[in-house]
């Protein structure tokens, strides 16, 4: 912020007027914006004037530490729409307690990369909430807003990517469930359980020409069933340390209960057409609901699923 002089003529007399006028960037690029106009009374080597323009400066400071944001942007009330709605709740509920867990530090700690650690939460998330098959995986991450949890892209994502990342686990499988267990104990003071399964499986193998009834499928060996297995065994970790919680505070609902309630709560974007004819996207979640507020306090949780992202884009551009 600072003292702009400008001068101008009328009538043969040239008239000297002091503006206070401050930087701000705007997608143009930055400009000057007036605070106020002095006048042509205002004289620099005052000590009072001086006192007065130091006020404005510490007012419009504290006004922009209050609002964080120091660009005002007009928009069309009745222009303004949302898109891309995308299911919050459930997922958040689910990475939050898979950070608890530590679960990214073990898989990165066993050289998975940031994308495979991704995938294999993909799949967790989904045996966690709403269990399918791995081709239809992809479609059910894309309709939540996993991806924007994780500052992942799952548009073209593919059940074979899956695949891979179920390979990329496999043999970690007892190097992942030691040092969950371990976390689990310290964190949730959970004693260890013992599963037992019956592995039964029947499937065909050849071209069954004369079977009308037959449909080609994945080999189901022995590696693909152990992983199938442990992700359930993952998400079942997952399942007790939220109810854990909740049984910690006398809370008897079960997590089928909560994740019919969490569904509503959305994550969305924000599409603001501005007066200079380029629009703003914010991508945030929606304001949780009551119901959604109760069950993150009982779980300590934070409401908001995401921090808000925008992106500027001319009228031409698509998101």
């Given amino acids: 912020m600072y003292l702009k002089t400008t001068k101008r003529r009328y009538k043969g007399k040239t008239y000297t007027s002091y503006l206070l006028v401050e930087s701000v960037s705007t997608p143009k690029g930055p400009r000057q914006r007036t605070v106020c106009s002095l006048g042509d009374l205002f004289d620099p080597a005052d000590d009072e004037m001086q006192a007065i323009v130091a006020k404005v400066k510490a007012y419009r400071a504290r006004r922009a530490a209050e609002t964080d944001d120091d660009e005002v942007i007009r928009v069309s009330a009745n222009e303004v729409e949302t898109e891309e709605?995308?299911?919050?709740?459930?997922?958040?509920?689910?990475?939050?307690?898979?950070?608890?867990?530590?679960?990214?530090e073990i898989l990165r700690d066993l050289g998975l990369s940031e994308r495979m650690c991704a995938l294999v939460c993909v799949l967790i998330m989904n045996r966690l909430i709403d269990p399918k098959a791995e081709y239809a995986i992809p479609d059910w991450v894309r309709r939540t807003a996993l991806g924007d949890i994780l500052g992942a892209d799952f548009t073209e994502l593919a059940e074979d990517a899956l695949y891979r990342a179920m390979d990329k686990v496999h043999p970690h499988r007892a190097a992942i469930e030691s040092a969950l267990v371990e976390r689990?104990?310290?964190?949730?003071?959970?004693?260890?359980?013992?599963?037992?399964?019956?592995?039964?499986?029947?499937?065909?193998?050849?071209?069954?020409?004369?079977?009308?009834?037959?449909?080609?499928?994945?080999?189901?060996?022995?590696?693909?069933?152990?992983?199938?297995?442990?992700?359930?065994?993952?998400?079942?970790?997952?399942?007790v340390a939220i109810e854990k919680t909740l049984l910690d505070q006398n809370i008897h609902t079960s997590w089928a209960a909560l994740r019919d309630k969490l569904k509503t709560h959305q994550v969305c974007t924000v599409v603001l057409p501005t007066d200079t004819g380029e629009v703003l996207r914010i991508r945030k979640s929606s304001s949780p609901e009551p119901v959604h507020r109760r069950i993150y306090r009982l779980l300590d949780l934070p409401d908001k699923i995401m921090e808000p992202h925008k992106t500027w884009n001319s009228p031409t551009t698509k998101a």
């Fill in 85 to 104: 709605h995308r299911e919050g709740g459930t997922v958040h509920v689910g990475h939050e307690f898979w950070k608890r867990l530590g679960l990214d």
């Fill in 184 to 239: 689990e104990s310290e964190v949730f003071y959970l004693d260890r359980t013992v599963f037992f399964y019956d592995l039964t499986s029947t499937y065909f193998e050849g071209l069954a020409k004369s079977n009308g009834k037959t449909k080609r499928g994945y080999s189901r060996d022995e590696r693909r069933v152990d992983t199938h297995i442990f992700l359930s065994v993952m998400a079942y970790h997952l399942l």
